[in-house]
């Protein structure tokens, strides 16, 4: 085994002086403020300006470690057709395509330098590593897109970042591009990883707008080879524009020297858990969003190795037979899907299997808390097959994006034998700052502060959090925090306040051990299981727009993977229709009706697609309520606002049954 990263890795442990964490004391409180900001022991130790790599400053240093370490081994890997093995180019082959990219993109016309945005709307591909590693090296800032935005978001982006080149992957995303491409007179290029049909460059030539071949840019810089424009630390490396909740998207800035800082903490966090050369990633979580372009610097940085899914959701497990990693970020909704697949596989083969699987489950997790992360119990032969469906390789696991629940986190422990770490962050942190510690599996919180952040907790009066009491608005700074809001200084000015703290709008509590446990949200939005966050208050005043809905509450659990409503229908118009329709004339009788369950809701729905809501947004079910939200039964407020917590209080039992619960 090629262990050159890993011994580097402890030598840079034992120079820096880095200790484990104590479990039982994961975070401290800094010393000389009265503001309870929380630290990490090692920073409380070594200060907060931790550089773990020593020389290591930009993306760019990341791939060149990375080259150097493998010994210029496999880099990026893919499945050329459903059923074939991965296919793998070495560091070298990418390092070079990226310069006759880049090169191709400044001779037709591209200046380098951070002035530059590129586009880049494609699905995780090698493409789109070569487009990143292009940017790297020239200085462009890599702007992703991706689909869940939609047209209108897309141009709206493409205008404020000034986006004059888009690199799509395939005609179907051009022409999605290209809706609105009359309303995008700063676009001026597109380059296509696929094919070029007549019909997509008819259509372009239309629209005065360049269509070349990805091979064709290499071609041309291959023969025109340009001098590298390396970037700086404090020089941005991509803007990440967050789908929001209301109005447009928002373009967090991350500099090269906020990823960089991110993956130094990381490091000195998990201690001796570090990747090694010979590490393989799975990539099937969306490059467009940070946590997998973290996960992906981090497994660069060593040397290993990343191999992309083929995009399809359904060929998931066959791509993890066929890869076989031993490393993968994970995801809630993912998790959960890989779990009841693997649940219901044990209860097909009859009760006494299923029964033998949940005793070795018990015996392996009580191992598991003792510290015991082997795989060769007499426990773990009960548990092989579904490793095996695994890969039967993977050794270390992370997870974020929304909360997971502890049975789903213990099963894969036992079941694979993996250190699983969850964390919390944002796309404005860089991905993370928090994350648990190898040592610690104790349930309910999402880990420790990293060592290059700082974390308080703000007073939220009218929830009733203090941070005398441990509870309040989670605030966090450090050198892993994104710069601002691409062109909007007024987003820039509500997220930070006069002390450079950022505010996350989450509300989180600490717990004995140090950990941080997130507990509410400030405002009324929530995070569903894949990631996407809603806004209920807006579903709610479309959904108003039914002539059957009188009332409503709309409800989000980020355990769950859709929304559910309250209605308290109109109970005049419902009267009318249900005599019109034979369906009685007890207003009551009327609400407990499926038919008049799925009316509503169909019409609900109905409005909210006109009003252009997202599937994720639109409420999958509903529960009729004859009672009104008063002030009597203490679900409004004195100005007739909706009591968001007194309702899921008052209703928990049909929202449970609404989830199957």
């Not at 082959?93 to 380098?112: C, M, Q, T, W």
């Not at 031993?326 to 006494?352: A, S």
């Not at 510690?437 to 309910?444: I, K, L, Q, R």
Request: proline content about 5%; overall charge positive.
């Amino acid at each position: 085994m090629t262990s050159l990263a890993f011994k580097e890795h402890k030598e840079h442990l034992k120079r820096l002086g880095i200790p484990r964490i104590d479990p039982n004391k994961q975070s401290v409180e800094k010393t000389g403020t009265k503001e309870y900001v929380h630290v990490n022991p090692i920073t409380a130790k070594l200060g907060p300006d931790l550089d773990f790599f020593q020389g290591m400053e930009t993306l760019h240093d990341v791939f060149k470690r990375g080259m150097r370490l493998s010994n210029n081994g496999s880099c990026y890997g893919w499945r050329p057709e459903p059923k074939a093995p991965y296919r793998w180019v070495t560091y070298d082959h990418i390092y070079k395509r990226a310069g006759n990219f880049g090169s191709g993109l400044i001779a037709d016309g591209v200046e380098p330098g951070q002035q530059t945005m590129i586009g880049l709307y494609s699905q995780n591909r090698i493409g789109w590593s070569i487009t990143e590693q292009a940017c790297n090296r020239y200085s462009f800032v890599l702007i992703p897109l991706y689909d869940t935005l939609g047209p209108d978001a897309c141009k709206f982006i493409v205008n404020q970042a000034d986006i004059g080149t888009v690199v799509c992957d395939t005609e179907s995303r051009a022409k999605l591009l290209l809706e609105k491409a009359d309303q995008m007179p700063v676009l001026k290029r597109i380059v296509m990883m696929s094919a070029i049909t007549d019909e997509l460059r008819k259509r372009t030539e239309q629209l005065d707008i360049k269509l070349l071949q990805y091979r064709e840019v290499e071609e041309n810089g291959l023969n025109n080879k340009q001098p590298d424009m390396l970037p700086k630390k404090s020089d941005l490396c991509t803007v990440c524009y967050t789908s929001g909740t209301t109005g447009n998207p928002k373009g967090a800035m991350l500099t090269h020297g906020n990823v960089i800082s991110n993956l130094s903490a990381f490091m000195a966090l998990i201690h001796d858990k570090a990747p090694i050369s010979d590490e393989t990633h799975f990539s099937y979580l969306p490059l467009a969003h940070i946590y997998e372009r973290f996960a992906q610097a981090l497994i660069l940085a060593h040397g290993g190795r990343i191999g992309y899914s083929q995009g399809d959701i359904k060929l998931l497990t066959d791509d993890i037979q066929a890869l076989k990693p031993t490393i993968m970020p994970v995801v809630p909704r993912v998790m959960n899907r890989i779990y009841d697949k693997f649940l219901q596989g044990v209860k097909d083969k009859g009760k006494l299997k299923y029964t033998v699987f949940n005793l070795a489950r018990k015996k392996k997790l009580a191992q598991l808390m003792k510290g015991n992360t082997r795989t060769d119990t007499k426990w773990d032969k009960v548990f092989k097959p579904l490793r095996d469906i695994m890969g039967g390789n993977i050794r270390f696991m992370t997870t974020g994006s929304a909360p997971t629940t502890e049975e789903t986190k213990n099963f894969f422990r036992c079941v694979l034998g993996v250190t699983l770490l969850e964390g919390y962050g944002q796309t404005e942190t860089t991905a993370i700052v928090t994350c648990g510690v190898p040592a610690d599996m104790s349930p309910g919180h999402v880990g420790a502060v990293l060592p290059n952040t700082e974390i308080k907790l703000v007073d939220v009066p009218d929830m009733n959090y203090y941070a005398k009491n441990g509870e309040g608005e989670i605030c966090s700074r450090g050198s892993n925090i994104f710069i601002g809001y691409l062109k909007d200084e007024e987003k820039t000015r509500e997220t930070f306040d006069e002390d450079g703290w950022m505010h996350s709008g989450d509300i989180g509590k600490w717990l004995p051990n140090g950990t941080l446990k997130i507990i509410d949200r400030k405002k009324h939005i929530f995070k569903l299981q894949q990631g996407e966050y809603v806004a209920p208050e807006k579903i709610e005043t479309y959904y108003q727009r039914s002539e059957y809905v009188g009332q409503v509450y709309v409800h989000g659990d980020s355990l769950q993977s859709y929304c559910v409503a309250i209605i308290v229908p109109d109970e005049e118009v419902l009267l009318k229709v249900g005599k019109s329709k034979g369906f009685g004339n007890s207003f009551e009788q009327l609400c407990k009706r499926k038919e008049v369950n799925k009316m509503i809701l169909d019409d609900c729905v109905r409005i909210g697609k006109q009003a252009g809501l997202n599937s994720f947004e639109q409420a999958k079910k509903v529960f009729l309520c004859a009672e009104l939200f008063s002030l009597e039964n203490g679900l409004l407020t004195p100005t007739m606002k909706s009591k968001r917590p007194a309702l899921k209080n008052y209703f928990k039992s049909q929202i449970d049954a609404m989830y199957g619960q």
